[in-house]
């Protein structure tokens, strides 16, 4: 007979390995509840999320399990520039700890959409102690390295009404750009 502590372990559910997908239209109402589900990011309307996922699919990654959206990465290739901006990382209460903010990353950079990209940047407010510790993580296990720089400040873009988003770059390594050769 097992003892209480083997019985609380088998009866945990364990979440499988969620798919790694691009997204498409009908994902638009999903997507924007999982981030009303991840405070304390920013909330856009149900719409931009929609578009996001029609227009910008090369560049998102949704992340599910039996249909049931955990995870969810926006992005976009800067104009005129070599270099993939992340939006938006989105994981769901049910998913964290699993490193899939890390996996949904590592699966765009191998998009194709992402070939040209030298560099990741995202902004973060210095607050938001979970995304420096997922960037400055991905960074370390790309072997990138990470910079920041103050970009859209408080006074200055925002009228004082939300915190200085600081410009974070990650130089993409030689070996992770020659994946593709």
């Known amino acids: 007979m097992p003892n209480d502590t083997e019985s609380k372990t088998d009866s945990k559910a364990r979440t499988p390995a969620p798919r790694l997908r691009k997204p498409d239209a009908t994902d638009g109402a999903d ?14 309307s149900m719409y931009c999320n929609l578009v ?23 992005g976009h290739m800067i104009p005129d520039q070599d270099a993939l901006f992340v939006w938006q990382v989105a994981v769901s209460p049910r998913a964290r700890g699993m490193g899939l903010g890390r996996q949904m990353l590592f699966e765009l950079l191998e ?8 560099a990741l940047k995202t902004t973060i407010t210095r607050d938001n102690a979970a995304s420096w510790a997922l960037f400055r993580s991905f960074a370390r296990q790309l ?8 970009h859209f400040e408080r006074e200055t873009h925002f009228d004082g009404h939300h915190d200085t988003e600081h410009m974070v770059t990650i130089t993409l390594p030689r070996s992770q750009l020659a994946r593709a050769a």
């Not at 997507?31 to 856009?44: R, S, V, Y």
């Not at 910008?56 to 599910?64: P, S």
């Not at 072997?143 to 103050?150: E, F, I, V």
């Open 31 to 44: 997507i924007w509840a999982l981030i009303q589900d991840c405070k304390p990011l920013d909330e856009n």
């Open 143 to 150: 072997g990138g390295t990470l910079s920041d720089a103050p």
């Open 111 to 118: 998009r194709d959409a992402c070939d040209g990209a030298t």
């Open 52 to 74: 996001q996922a029609d227009h910008f699919r090369d560049t998102c990654v949704l992340a599910e399990v039996d249909g049931d959206i955990l995870g969810w990465v926006s």
